[in-house]
């Protein structure tokens, strides 16, 4: 899929397919420039299961990683790839794997 910028030169989105949990650091610097809430914060328990963070639960968990939240709001810009320090991302150019 191809559209156009404002001033109509060609531009070809690049969605957020997937986040890698291994690589991810938990840093929220992705999610800092996303103003469409299309990642958020989890943590990882000790049994290797995603968690939501709240009060309660924060003796368990391991470690703090992205996820995807609402995949089909990226509009594949990718401010979160620009800003990620762990390469963690994978992006694709089709809505068809966004979606």
Known sequence: MSFA???GRDWTPDYLI?????????CG???KVC?????????INEEDELVDLDDD??????????VLNDQGAC?????????????????????????
């Open 5 to 7: 910028t404002r001033d």
């Open 18 to 26: 997937s986040i890698d949990a291994k690589k991810c650091i938990g």
């Open 57 to 66: 639960e924060d003796d368990e968990i391991e470690k703090k990683i992205m």
């Open 75 to 99: 509009i594949g810009c990718g401010a979160c790839a620009r800003v990620c320090p762990a390469n963690c991302q994978t992006h694709g150019s089709g809505a068809a794997e966004a979606a």
């Open 29 to 31: 610097r992705c999610f």
């Open 35 to 43: 103003g469409r809430d299309v990642m958020t914060l989890k943590g």
